[in-house]
């Protein structure tokens, strides 16, 4: 065989073939290993090694720190086996309860464990960022994990309170154990999450259907007011969440505020896939959602220009529409809106975590077996990042203290997730977050590479402080990456989701708002916070001034339902059918 024999490719069916088989390892790793690419913590490990190795007096520094708690556990055990109460400074050890021998010595013991375990697993100065954060990460799991406040024998609240009720709070806890895992594997949703009931008690804002296609159905809300602005307003949420976030309960939708301040809405309700949907892609989403939605507004109300918001990954897919829409020299939009949503994924905060090659890979071969990735997938990793909060906390109450939270609205919300499919999710994640091809101008759609300097519309942009989902700096970003010469961004107190759905009005809520009125003029966001005064209050009016400010002057008679003529006839009363698939 001749060199150039033996240097040929494999044929197609071979590389098929590896592929399916690497997807499959893949797999199968991912059922032992929680979902985690183990080569990544494996080198994360290495990384810190190779510092310690490297610093020998950061190795005698550790050992002496070891030796120093280790001295001070046994000095405090000694003293408070003598009966003195020496202070506990954990703030998770802040009851008197904790001031008792022995769980004085073990809340001691632990707090010393965990400074020296920080100690330890901090970044040398030439290791890796992201070896230095997953380090961090896992001792965050393992710390959490050893806690003597989250087991029964160590936790002397939860003995106290066991002896008072004479056990009757472990049969309690016992009993919600078994109706969760009921629950579970019967693919049921938890416990009193039926009260809140979708198109009953929340997604109540009257409304049509009057679109409806293989990845959407399309909103029209009916007015409230005998007059209405003369723009409309077209709102794409993210597409791993229900759209009815933004129509909760009467007293905190943010439809029903709208349209009861005299604006017209239209909402994108997206479709929970299916494996029979593994093959849509993102230019499915930007092409057969926010661009059919417009096309379908545009319809109903002709020669208007459109708000449009985003919100999430739906601001991501407005921003793509958006930047699309401008290089096609189409002038339909008035307005960008985009709430907690990022453009530039340089900086994704604590969900860098889990985006890596190999993170990916395992991924991809996990929802390509499916189809879809299920919601439980995205849950679990939510929950990772703040495991004491969303899961430790929560199970020691449940399960041992056997107490149930009343759920909420947004409780309810929350735990009716969606899927994602195969095709999409591995471009979104690969193409956005990995390669960050949208800040770069990389990104294509429809075949053509987008410029989001192109984009020079009015723009309200939002990040919300506690963000952990799309980081407010992170948000920030957008300023750099278009061109607006009338730019606004808000900053809230809050979460991903709570710092938006406040309603018109909150007690404990504030923001801070500035608006630039060139292309190019910023401040570095943290200068931006510091020199930009507080507003006590939901920024929900802030907004509504914004957009009235953004529309003309003389209102305008409440348009038809739908339109019939144009093939938009009304299909249903909202929330319509997608909604409703779990």
């Known amino acids: 065989m001749n060199d150039a024999q033996s240097k040929s490719p494999p044929p197609p069916e071979s590389s098929s073939a590896e592929r399916e088989l690497q997807r499959e390892f893949r797999v199968r790793l991912a059922a032992m290993t929680g979902g985690l690419a183990p080569e990544d913590y494996g080198q994360a490990w290495w990384d810190w090694f190779l510092g310690l190795a490297r610093a020998p007096d950061r190795s005698a520094a550790l050992a002496a720190s070891a030796f120093e708690k280790a001295l001070d556990n046994w000095q405090f055990a000694v003293r408070a086996g003598h009966g003195e109460n020496p202070p506990t400074d954990n703030p998770q050890f802040s009851s008197d309860a904790w001031n008792v021998w022995p769980f004085n010595v073990y809340a001691r013991t632990y707090s010393n464990w965990e400074a020296w375990w920080r100690e330890a697993l901090a970044a040398s100065p030439d290791m890796p960022a992201r070896s230095a954060q997953l380090m961090e990460f896992a001792g965050r799991q393992a710390a959490n994990a050893a806690s003597p406040a989250n087991y029964l024998a160590t936790n002397p609240e939860l003995l106290e309170a066991t002896r008072a009720e004479a ?155 958006a930047a699309a829409l401008a290089q096609a020299g189409d002038k339909r939009l008035a307005s ?86 195969w095709r999409m999710h591995t471009e979104y994640l690969t193409r956005l977050y990995l390669n960050n091809e949208l800040a770069k101008g990389e990104f294509t759609f429809a075949g053509e590479k987008l410029d989001l300097a192109r984009i020079t519309l009015p723009m309200f942009v939002l990040g919300t402080e506690t963000d952990h989902v799309a980081p407010w700096h992170s948000v920030y970003k957008m300023r750099s990456l278009t061109r607006s010469t009338d730019y606004t961004f808000l900053l809230t107190s809050g979460g991903h989701n709570a710092g938006i759905v406040t309603g018109p009005q909150h007690p404990r809520r504030r923001y801070r708002v500035r608006t630039w009125q060139d292309a190019t003029a910023t401040l570095p966001p943290d200068e931006w916070e510091r020199t930009t005064s507080i507003v006590q209050g939901a920024w929900w009016p802030e907004w509504d001034r914004w957009l009235t400010g953004h529309s003309s002057a003389k209102l305008v008679s409440p348009p038809q339902m739908g339109n019939a003529a144009a093939g938009y006839a009304p299909l249903g009363d909202a929330p319509g059918e997608y909604v409703r698939v779990r």
Not at 184 to 197: K, M, N, S
Not at 215 to 222: F, H, K
Request: proline share 6%; hydrophobic share 45%; glycine share 8%.
């Open 336 to 421: 960008m809106t985009l709430l907690a949503a990022q453009a530039d994924f340089s900086e994704p905060g604590e969900l860098s975590l889990f985006i890596s090659p190999q993170q990916l890979d395992m991924l991809e071969a996990v929802m390509h077996r499916a189809g879809v990735l299920d919601s439980k997938q995205m849950g679990a990793a939510f929950t990772m990042l703040r495991s004491q909060d969303l899961l430790w906390a929560p199970s020691v109450k449940k399960y041992v203290r056997g107490e149930v939270d009343r759920p909420n609205d947004l409780m309810s919300w929350n735990a009716d997730g969606t899927r994602m499919p």
């Open 167 to 321: 056990g009757q709070n472990l049969v309690r806890g016992f009993s919600n154990f078994v109706d969760d895992l009921a629950r579970l594997v019967q693919d049921r949703p938890p416990a009193g999450t039926e009260q809140y009931a979708v198109g009953e008690q929340v997604a109540v804002t009257p409304g049509k259907v009057i679109l409806r296609n293989r990845l959407i159905e399309l909103i029209q809300y009916a007015p409230q007011t005998g007059e209405v602005q003369a723009e409309p307003i077209l709102i794409t949420p993210a597409w791993i969440m229900k759209y009815y976030i933004l129509d909760l309960s009467p007293h905190n939708s943010l439809i029903r505020y709208l349209v009861e301040r005299g604006h017209t809405v239209f909402l994108v309700s997206w479709k929970n896939p299916t494996e029979a949907d593994r093959e849509l892609g993102m230019d499915d989403y930007v092409r057969n959602g926010f661009l059919a939605a417009l096309d379908a507004v545009s319809a109903v109300m002709p020669g208007r220009p459109v708000h449009a918001l985003g919100y999430c990954i739906g601001g991501t897919l407005l921003t793509i529409a």
